[in-house]
T-cell receptor, first 115, second 114 residues
Framework: DAGVIQSPRHEVTEMGQEVTLRCKPI?????LFWYRQTMMRGLELLIY????????DSGMPEDRFSAKMPNASFSTLKIQPSEPRDSAVYFC?????????????FGPGTRLTVL | GENVEQHPSTLSVQEGDSAVIKCTYS??????FPWYKQELGKRPQLIID?????GEKKDQRIAVTLNKTAKHFSLHITETQPEDSAVYFC?????????????FGRGTSLIVHP
């Protein structure tokens, strides 16, 4: 298995533009997580899905952020409109049954820079 | 929800010394405590984990201890090597939205000087 795949790996955009980050989880994993990592706030959970259904989006910073998972092998995180403070590394992670002791596998991350 | 505090934020040691990173958690229902290592520019990867029914676990040079009563757990690295330099994250897995979801600490930047 190729592991969790994210694209793009780097994104540079201007303030006000729409940004779409993509994630393909490990085949068979039924939980998918989106994280944001910054120096100031560390690793923050934005939202997670179980069997393609959003379960908890309490970490999504504001309405400019939205996430979808149309099928078991694909998820998107969209920021519209983007702002400089959204600059961060965004990680997608998946796990097989978020049970009590299941490991999360992280993707390589997308480094977003909003000018 | 769960709250995880991690200390120190930065740890600098000489090669061969031991390093200890400590975490506390708030939710007594949390029952799984993984540790992730993130090398510069890379993704976090699991290095060791411990379940709540175990007090200590070792894997070669790394070990994790858990004190459920005090709600804290620690990562111990012995005989540190330059390749141990990375950011280490602790996490506690508690209930969120009906599922067990990990809450991460802020991370510890470990620097091992040759």
């Amino acid at each position: 298995d190729a592991g969790v795949i994210q694209s793009p790996r780097h994104e540079v955009t201007e303030m006000g533009q729409e940004v779409t980050l993509r994630c393909k989880p490990i085949s068979g994993h039924d939980y998918l997580f989106w994280y944001r990592q910054t120096m100031m706030r560390g690793l923050e959970l934005l939202i997670y899905f179980n069997n393609n259904v959003p379960i908890d989006d309490s970490g999504m910073p504001e309405d400019r952020f939205s996430a979808k998972m149309p099928n078991a092998s694909f998820s998107t995180l969209k920021i519209q409109p983007s702002e400089p403070r959204d600059s961060a590394v965004y990680f997608c992670a998946s796990s097989l049954i978020a049970g009590e002791w299941r490991e999360q596998f992280f993707g390589p991350g997308t480094r977003l820079t909003v000018l | 929800g769960e709250n995880v505090e991690q200390h120190p934020s930065t740890l600098s040691v000489q090669e061969g010394d031991s390093a200890v990173i400590k975490c506390t958690y708030s939710d007594s229902a949390s029952n799984y405590f993984p540790w992730y290592k993130q090398e510069l520019g890379k993704r976090p990867q699991l290095i060791i984990d411990i379940r709540s029914n175990v007090g200590e676990k070792k894997d070669q040079r790394i070990a994790v201890t858990l004190n459920k009563t005090a709600k804290h757990f620690s990562l111990h690295i012995t005989e540190t090597q330059p390749e141990d330099s990375a950011v280490y994250f602790c996490a506690a897995k508690g209930i969120m939205g009906g599922s067990y979801i990990p809450t991460f600490g802020r991370g510890t930047s470990l620097i091992v000087h040759p």
